[in-house]
């Protein structure tokens, strides 16, 4: 079988969309390759940072993203009682082209992003076709898709693996998932209720301290989301009926007890990252080498840094500009990131929210009052930290 000139993307979704734009626009061939039918319109992500919406601005999807999305310029910190500390992304205009965090579903990304592939002569997808296996040899990766119950084989010079949290690239790969399951669920509560109107001095984005209960409570266009952790001894059943669902809500606005409640998703929640992001010609992105706990909203954003990463060198050595190790630095500043920023960030926050002594809460009030730690902090949740440490790496 000969190799063909192509780059392989298992995955439609929005790190595996993002990584075949960057390539496509600079003129390397790429075929995805997507398990489902179309693309996913499960509710997920719906925060995107500054530096992913810089990034995005580069393939020209932002302005499109953002018309159908919602502008948080600030975010709280709250417990029942009230206000803790407020931030406002004005503080670092200086270090990003989108000084706010834009609230929109992945869904509405993945399908702008396949509407401007769609038509272009180095852009080829295949739905239904679902990666089973990845062999390589000197010159290529032979990847076997399982279409309809036949058996296809297809080659390319690279493969990326951007096929989620379970991915089939990795396992084929033999790379291990190293990591942990929180013991609890998360529960994600959607309603049209108007919070900004109940709580005067509410934000689009809010984080509830509580020892017992914390929640996060997240503006969308047209919904809320408010998530809960859910202990392990409550079963499915119980956290998915509505009567529990309503006594969760009961707690956010005193005197409010009968929500409309558009949706609700109960899921398991892990803190992995791969082994390595990379082996030999086949690399590791998005949830397919890192999944975390959504506080603080990195796991998409993560992956969208690691597709722009690796899809900016590919197209170096494509051209043959760049040697074949110039890809290590892929794994080299993404894994790192990934373990000392979004992993150690993730389980911070989640410990924060939960914690019962009063010194996360002075903290955030030290910071809130310091002009330079707010700066510092804003870079951090913004992610603008993780990406600049990754380019100290070299
Ligand atoms: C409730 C919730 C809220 C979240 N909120 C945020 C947030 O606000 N911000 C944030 O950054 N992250 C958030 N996340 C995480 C975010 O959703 C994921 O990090 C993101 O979807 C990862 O994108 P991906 O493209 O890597 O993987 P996915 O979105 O999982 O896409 C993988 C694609 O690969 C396909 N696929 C699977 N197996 C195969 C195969 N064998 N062959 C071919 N295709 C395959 C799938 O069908 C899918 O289309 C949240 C997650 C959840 C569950």
Redesign the pocket.
């Known amino acids: 079988m000969t190799v063909q000139d192509r780059v392989l993307i ?8 993002v990584a075949a734009t960057n390539l496509v626009r600079q003129g390397v061939p790429v075929t995805v ?4 039918p179309a ?2 319109e499960e ?7 500054p530096p ?1 919406l810089d990034m995005l601005d580069q393939l020209g999807v932002a302005q499109p993203l953002i018309d159908q999305g919602l502008i948080a310029t600030k975010f709280q910190y709250r417990t029942q009682g009230g206000l803790i500390a407020q931030f406002d992304f004005a503080g670092i205009a200086d270090a990003t082209r989108h000084p706010f965090r834009l609230q929109c579903e ?1 869904s509405r990304l ?1 399908m702008i992003l396949l509407d401007r592939l769609r038509d272009h002569p180095g852009f080829h997808i295949e739905f239904s ?4 296996s990845a062999t390589q040899h000197g010159a290529g990766i032979d990847v076997i ?1 399982d279409r309809g119950g036949e058996t296809i084989t297809h080659s390319g010079r690279w493969l990326i693996g ?8 990795r396992e084929s790969l033999g790379i291990e998932f190293e990591g942990f399951t929180w013991p609890e669920r ?1 529960l ?1 509560v959607s309603t049209p209720f108007n919070f900004l109107e109940a709580i005067c001095d509410l934000v689009s984005v809010n984080y509830v301290a509580d020892p017992e209960r914390w929640y996060f409570l ?1 503006q969308i266009p047209n919904l809320w ?1 408010v ?1 809960f952790p859910i202990s392990a001894d409550e079963s499915d059943d119980v956290a998915l009926s509505p009567a529990f669902a309503q006594s969760l809500m009961a707690r956010i606005v005193p005197g409010v007890s009968n929500y409309e409640i558009a949706h609700t ?1 109960l ?1 398991r929640v892990h803190q992995r990252v791969a082994k390595t992001f990379r082996a030999g010609r086949a690399f590791l ?5 890192h ?1 975390n706990n ?1 506080l ?9 840094h690691d597709a722009m990463n690796l899809t900016a060198r590919l197209v170096d050595v494509w051209r043959g500009t760049k040697p074949n190790s110039e890809l290590d630095r892929y794994d080299l500043q993404r894994r790192l990131v990934t373990k000392e920023h979004v992993e150690k960030q993730s389980i911070q926050n989640k410990k924060n929210l939960e914690s019962q002594g009063p010194e996360f809460r002075n903290k955030l009030t030290e910071i809130a009052a310091d002009r330079e730690r707010t700066y510092q902090y804003l870079l951090s949740v913004s992610m603008i930290g993780s990406l600049r440490r990754a380019e100290e790496l070299g």
């Open positions: 298992a995955g439609a979704g929005p790190v595996g969309l390759l997507e398990a489902g693309l996913a509710s997920r992500a719906s925060t995107f940072h992913t992945q993945t076709s679902p990666v089973r898709v951007a096929d989620g949290a379970r991915s089939a690239v998360f994600v997240l989301r998530m998703t899921y992105m998005g949830d397919a080498a999944i959504p603080g909203g990195m796991g998409m954003n993560g992956g969208i």
